[in-house]
């Protein structure tokens, strides 16, 4: 076949993955493009959290994989995780709890922006769209668990990253505030053009997205959902 | 050709190019421990058996041995050496296990698990003469209650120090003991999730030790073996606190063993080996035959296990545990009160309870003395537990990179030195070191040290570095951040806490260092222990006190800081307190 | 046996003098130039806190006049420097060793003479050997029966005696015999430290003096064993009817002279040993003993030695060592170390032998509460041969350490 290059997509192809020589996932194809949500469900230990792993270059060398990763036409395979601007939220927000509000921000903050006031100018904005200014120099532990998430996605966005990985980042928030993290979430990574793959236990999640949704642990080509846009498409080799 | 699937890759696979630095480290880590180690071993053993060419022993035979074996005293010390150690250990894993089982989750245990600390950094020297000051028969004791209780306006003519059977020196070993295995069981216990397993046999029915016993003890022990090992070990081959609590005629095994090896009479080096071999084979026997009482008790408890009784004890038996533990601590918290009352006595007479008068003096006749040994103890404590933790920090660091699973066997090779006993291959060691023109400098007392760092510093910093969420280094390298800046500004102030602790145990450990510091640096380097052992065989009491009360506080001033530093570096961080 | 030994001190003295008379003062300037930025690691039994003081002013002084700095490693027996140098002679390192200077007298010095161990002969270049008392104290020419041969440097005169708290005991025994009869009726109030303590060694020579029916053959070597065992059956035999009234039922024994001195102000026991009769003043003193402690010498005699500094053969510094050595016989190190307030250790200078000035550093002494005047202390009894010791610390070690 030929290769879908396809500018800012993020694009998975056969790619299989191994646990002590047990299959465990794949051979997978899938194309995100910019600014689509593409949800993953699948029961505990199908490699939802791996696969997001392998595309981040963090994964346990314990497990063994195959095929090939592209984002924006690039290989990542050859990139170690910190070069490969792969942006991604996990179940718990992870702020460091030695560091302020503000300096958690600025931890995200790419080396080429350079100067302490341009770098301080990007937290101040950062802090205003997830709607917490002045919140800088708190303590995260003071922080509510709302506007801990925010923080957290703004330090991921802060980083500049060329696609966005959600490891169940709502699964902990209670409904309401679930709900409007999610709509942030995904207004924010739409409006800055990421593909994004989404990792999820919950319908209610993959509803929202209105997109895409791959069930792991079955014949990925068989499950897609019907309404699949043409763009993300599960195709066979 | 776009069909072709990608050979198997790891993602990750740049990242070893730049961590190669780090690769080497446990490599060099384990080269730098146990090389010495093996050298002197087999630097022991030869001489053991006649060979050491430069004193004239040219060919192997069984001389030494005979000679050993006719030793006057031979059997007195050596069932010395077993009764005292076999006995410290059995009391001090007894009365761990106990209260653990008994007063789980007490205010006891609370207490008890807040003074860990300063009763571990207490150096056993200082332990062993506080406590030697204090039930002697003209002792602290004695003296609060005489002669108005007890009548005694002489002290009693009893060897309550110094004893034949060397009870004394099993009271002393158990009191160091006990700390040590309570803090190796409470971290096992954090690995296990005791308290669910504990919930859960209680819904079944059973009583609180009952359930401890069955539920928590069975999953922790696997993880305190090696340390109840090394307990075994050096309690059974220790020699400062030997020379002090023990009986000198004769002595345990290890002091006759140090002693021989430092005879002018040069022949007795040969005796001397074979000593220090006949020790190993002791510890090695006394491990085995502990081992074998393990499997046993696992046979018998499978069964006892099964038979499901549930054990409701009355409320005697926590009280009776938690009054003796309260004993043993009481003892040595009493032992370093003695130390610091002695230390500025001018005269103390039998049976007076406190100095009748006082004075300054032991303490600014002691300046010179006290900055020169102070500053070495420093120096080398702090170097030794500065270079552990850079080796420490790399092989774990090296571990989570490359996603490696240390084997248990690694984990013996990590015990080794504390289960080897110091006298069985310092001598061998000094003769190479001695050879290469090595010893008596600072690279090798630090190095010496190091051996018996190491462990600790592992021992102490392993789990929590482990334990540390893996997701935040993924979370800062996916924010782009390269790994060394991961580790520099995300793990390590996240570690500070254990980090400063591991410190502080290494340092601890180091302070406490008799024997490698006299071998290694060819009796040159004074330290507060040497002094206080050197002085402690017949010096004057008062000055004996001012070094080992020095001792112990330099260890304590090191665990204080270790717990404010970071306490008041995140002060205004309320997920980096600990929870307690 | 006398004749001989006093024809030996003569000889000795004589080619010790004319060799004195050579030593150069230029030599002394270019040991002076040398040793000067060198640290003089000194091995020195450090089980007394007055004495490490003492050391410890040598150490200030010796710096402000010379530019040596004075390192003490404190040893629990001196044997242990004894070993350290023959453990590096074996290992091939004849120059660079680890020690500088050794205190030491007795069986260690005749071990390290025996091997070829020692640097020099050294004593005659040191300019203040020449204020030495060498005719009035032979033991410091003879140490133990053994010539020095200028291979050590006297440092200081020790006399064995007894200590005991007056206000206890009131008519002291006045011999070995005697103290056996007061131990059984005290029980449990005396003791001594456990040979090879060199305290304890020298109760066990004095007592064998005391008891031998010919003390003269002590002062060879032991000829053969037949011999050693019937010259000290008697001494075997006292300790045996002494032992079991001893402290502890003589079961233990403290580890030192110094250990048992705390005994005595304890009031485990009622008599210590001590080899300075200015030592108990000097205790007092200090707060380590009772003001009612007094001194007892036995009126037939107690032992005497001299005890010395000796420099190793492959010492790094020995000019530091030798400028060390020869302040250690200065008047004002020697009037310093004799006073009770310090240590209260003799001299071995000749007190004629100086000026006026430097007389006057010692009758300015302080007179201690115990001190006995200098014609109380009794006569001096000879050391015997090294070998004696040697297999009467093995024997004992044989029969009492099981």
């Given at each position: 076949m030929t290769w879908p290059r396809l500018a800012g997509a993020l694009e998975l192809h056969q790619i299989g993955l191994e646990l002590n020589g047990r299959p465990l996932l794949g051979p997978l194809d899938l194309a995100v493009a910019p600014g689509e949500i593409v949800t993953l469900m699948g029961p505990s230990g199908s490699g939802k959290s791996s696969l997001l792993a392998l595309i981040c270059g963090t994964l346990d060398p314990a497990f063994r994989s195959s095929g090939e990763i592209r984002l924006d036409g690039s290989d990542l395979a050859a990139l170690p995780p910190e070069r490969r601007r792969v942006g991604i939220l996990f179940q718990d927000d992870l702020l460091f709890p030695h560091l302020s509000v503000a300096e958690n921000l600025a931890f995200g903050v790419p080396p080429w922006v350079r100067g302490r006031k341009a770098r301080r100018q990007k937290v101040r904005e950062a802090l205003a769209k997830a709607d917490l200014a002045g919140f800088g120099d708190r303590d995260p532990a003071t922080l509510s668990g709302g506007q801990r998430a925010r923080v957290a996605l703004m330090r991921t966005l802060l980083a500049e990253p060329r696609a966005l990985l959600l490891d169940e980042p709502f699964s902990k928030l209670d409904v309401a505030l679930r709900a409007r993290f999610r709509r942030f979430v995904f207004d924010h990574a739409r409006a800055e053009g990421l593909p994004t793959l989404l990792v999820t236990h919950d319908p209610a999640d993959a509803e929202a997205t209105g997109g895409t949704v791959l069930r792991l642990g079955e014949d990925p080509a068989a499950e897609a959902a019907p309404a699949a846009p043409a763009l993300s498409k599960a195709t066979g080799g | 050709m776009a069909d072709a699937l990608q050979p198997l890759t790891l993602p990750g696979a740049a990242a070893p190019v730049r961590g190669r630095w780090l690769r080497a480290i446990p490599v060099a880590t384990l080269l730098l421990f146990l090389g010495p180690i093996a050298a002197g071993l087999i630097g022991t053993w030869l001489p053991a058996f006649g060979y050491l060419p430069a004193l004239g022993g040219e060919s192997f035979g069984l001389g030494p041995w005979v000679e050993l074996a006719a030793y006057p005293g031979l059997g007195s010390s050596l069932r010395l050496t077993l009764v005292s150690g076999l006995l410290a250990s059995l009391a001090s894993f007894a009365l761990a296990v106990s209260f653990l089982a008994t007063c789980y989750k007490t205010r006891a245990f609370f207490l008890l698990r807040r003074l860990l600390a300063p009763l571990l950094s207490m150096p056993h020297v200082a332990l062993a003469i506080g406590l030697a000051f204090l039930?002697?028969?003209?002792?602290?004791?004695?003296?609060?209650?005489?002669?108005?209780?007890?009548?005694?306006?002489?002290?009693?003519?009893?060897?309550?120090?110094?004893?034949?059977?060397?009870?004394?020196?099993?009271?002393?070993?158990a009191l160091k003991e006990l700390p040590f295995l309570l803090l190796m069981m409470l971290g096992a216990i954090g690995q296990t999730r005791a308290?669910?397993?504990?919930?859960?046999?209680?819904?079944?029915?059973?009583?609180?030790?009952?359930?401890?016993?069955?539920?928590?003890?069975?999953?922790?022990?696997?993880?305190?073996?090696?340390?109840?090992?090394?307990?075994?070990?050096?309690?059974?081959?220790?020699?400062?606190?030997?020379?002090?609590?023990?009986?000198?005629?004769?002595?345990?095994?290890?002091?006759?063993?140090?002693?021989?090896?430092?005879?002018?009479?040069?022949?007795?080096?040969?005796?001397?080996?074979?000593g220090a071999t006949l020790q190993l084979v002791l510890v090695a026997a006394a491990i085995g035959i502990w081992h074998l009482g393990e499997r046993l008790a696992v046979r018998l408890g499978r069964r006892w296990l099964f038979a499901g009784g549930r054990g409701h004890s009355g409320p005697w038996l926590p009280r009776g545990v938690a009054a003796l533990v309260s004993l043993c601590v009481g003892l040595s918290i009493a032992g370093m009160l003695g130390l610091a009352v002695w230390s500025f006595a001018r005269r103390w007479r039998y049976p007076e309870a406190l100095p009748s008068e006082w004075s300054l003096d032991n303490w600014l006749r002691?300046?010179?003395?006290?900055?020169?040994?102070?500053?070495?103890?420093?120096?080398?404590?702090?170097?030794?537990?500065?270079?552990?933790?850079?080796?420490?920090?790399?092989?774990?660091?090296?571990?989570?990179?490359?996603?490696?699973?240390?084997?248990?066997?690694?984990?013996?090779?990590?015990?080794?030195?504390?289960?080897?006993?110091?006298?069985?291959?310092?001598?061998?060691?000094?003769?190479?070191?001695?050879?290469?023109?090595?010893?008596?400098g600072w690279a090798a007392v630090v190095w010496s040290h190091l051996l018996f760092v190491l462990p600790y510093v592992f021992l102490a910093l392993a789990e929590p570095f482990r334990a540390l969420d893996e997701?935040?280094?993924?979370?800062?390298?996916?924010?782009?951040?390269?790994?060394?800046?991961?580790?520099?500004?995300?793990?390590?102030?996240?570690?500070?806490?254990?980090?400063?602790?591991?410190?502080?145990?290494?340092?601890?450990?180091?302070?406490?260092?008799?024997?490698?510091?006299?071998?290694?640096?060819?009796?040159?380097f004074v330290t507060l222990t040497t002094e206080a052992v050197s002085l402690s065989t017949g010096g004057d009491r008062r000055v004996i006190a001012v070094y080992a009360f020095l001792q112990a506080l330099l260890p304590l001033v090191a665990f204080s800081l270790a717990l404010l530093i970071p306490a008041w570096l995140f002060r205004h961080r309320r997920d980096m307190k600990v929870i307690e | 046996m006398a004749r001989l030994t006093a024809a030996f001190i003569t000889l000795a003295l004589l080619t010790f003098q004319t060799a004195a008379a050579a030593a150069q003062a230029d030599d002394w300037d270019a040991v002076l130039e040398k040793a000067r930025g060198q640290t003089v690691f000194w091995n020195a039994w450090g089980g007394d806190e007055r004495i490490n003081a003492y050391i410890a002013w040598v150490g200030t002084r010796i710096a402000e006049d010379h530019g040596v700095t004075l390192r003490h490693v404190k040893l629990t027996d001196t044997a242990e420097a004894v070993s350290r140098v023959l453990a590096e002679k074996t290992a091939g390192r004849d120059s660079g060793g680890t020690i500088d200077l050794i205190w030491i007298n007795g069986e260690n010095f005749a071990a390290m003479k025996d091997q070829d161990l020692l640097y020099g002969p050294f004593v005659e270049r040191l300019p203040n050997q020449a204020l030495v008392d060498f005719e009035g104290k032979p033991t410091t020419l003879i140490d133990f029966t053994v010539p020095t041969e200028g291979l050590?440097?006297?440092?200081?005169?020790?006399?064995?005696?007894?200590?005991?708290?007056?206000?206890?005991?009131?008519?002291?025994?006045?011999?070995?015999?005697?103290?056996?009869?007061?131990?059984?009726?005290?029980?449990?109030?005396?003791?001594?430290?456990a040979p090879p303590d060199f305290l304890g060694s020298t109760f066990l020579k004095q007592a064998l003096i005391e008891l031998a029916e010919d003390p003269a053959v002590l002062q060879a070597a032991v000829p053969d064993e037949a011999t050693f065992r019937s010259v000290t059956t008697p001494l075997w035999r006292y300790l045996e009817t002494l032992h079991p009234f001893m402290w502890r039922d003589g079961e233990s024994f403290p580890a030192s002279g110094p250990a048992q001195r705390q005994l005595l102000n304890d009031g485990e026991i009622d008599i210590a040993l001590s080899f300075h009769p200015s030592e108990a003043s000097s205790l007092i003193a200090d707060g380590q003993l009772p003001?009612?402690?007094?001194?007892?010498?036995?009126?037939?005699?107690?032992?005497?030695?001299?005890?010395?500094?000796?420099?190793?053969?492959?010492?790094?510094?020995?000019?530091?060592?030798?400028?060390?050595?020869?302040?250690?016989?200065?008047?004002?190190?020697?009037?310093?170390?004799?006073?009770?307030?310090?240590?209260?250790?003799?001299?071995?200078?000749?007190?004629?032998?100086?000026?006026?000035?430097?007389r006057r550093l010692f009758e300015a002494l302080p007179k201690g509460p115990a001190t006995l005047a200098p014609d109380a202390l009794g006569p001096v009894l000879p050391e015997p041969h090294p070998s004696w010791m040697t297999k009467i610390e093995a024997e004992w070690l044989t029969r009492y350490s099981r």
């Open positions: - | 039930i002697a028969p003209s002792g602290w004791l004695a003296r609060l209650i005489s002669p108005g209780l007890t009548g005694w306006e002489r002290p009693l003519d009893l060897a309550i120090v110094q004893d034949p059977h060397g009870l004394a020196l099993a009271l002393g070993l308290d669910q397993r504990l919930a859960v046999a209680r819904t079944l029915g059973y009583g609180p030790v009952m359930a401890w016993i069955k539920t928590v003890l069975p999953a922790i022990y696997p993880q305190i073996r090696l340390p109840v090992y090394a307990v075994i070990a050096y309690s059974l081959s220790v020699v400062d606190m030997a020379m002090i609590l023990a009986p000198a005629t004769p002595p345990p095994l290890a002091v006759l063993v140090f002693r021989w090896f430092h005879d002018p009479e040069l022949s007795l080096r040969f005796l001397g080996a074979a002691q300046s010179d003395g006290l900055l020169w040994a102070g500053g070495t103890t420093l120096l080398v404590g702090l170097a030794a537990a500065g270079i552990a933790l850079v080796l420490v920090l790399g092989c774990l660091e090296n571990e989570k990179r490359h996603g490696l699973h240390p084997t248990g066997r690694i984990l013996w090779l990590l015990y080794l030195p504390l289960l080897v006993p110091q006298v069985a291959f310092l001598f061998g060691a000094q003769v190479i070191a001695v050879r290469f023109g090595f010893d008596g997701r935040y280094t993924r979370s800062a390298l996916c924010l782009g951040a390269r790994p060394g800046r991961v580790f520099w500004t995300v793990k390590l102030p996240m570690l500070l806490r254990p980090l400063l602790f591991a410190l502080a145990v290494g340092f601890a450990v180091s302070v406490a260092q008799y024997l490698p510091t006299l071998f290694a640096g060819a009796g040159r | 050590e440097a006297p440092w200081g005169m020790a006399k064995f005696n007894f200590i005991y708290d007056s206000a206890r005991i009131q008519a002291p025994p006045q011999n070995a015999a005697a103290l056996a009869v007061w131990s059984a009726i005290n029980r449990g109030r005396f003791t001594y430290p003001e009612t402690a007094r001194v007892l010498v036995f009126p037939q005699g107690t032992i005497g030695n001299t005890h010395f500094v000796a420099i190793p053969y492959n010492a790094s510094n020995a000019e530091g060592a030798m400028v060390v050595a020869n302040f250690l016989l200065s008047p004002e190190a020697q009037a310093r170390k004799q006073s009770s307030e310090v240590w209260g250790d003799d001299t071995v200078l000749d007190l004629d032998k100086l000026t006026p000035e430097q």
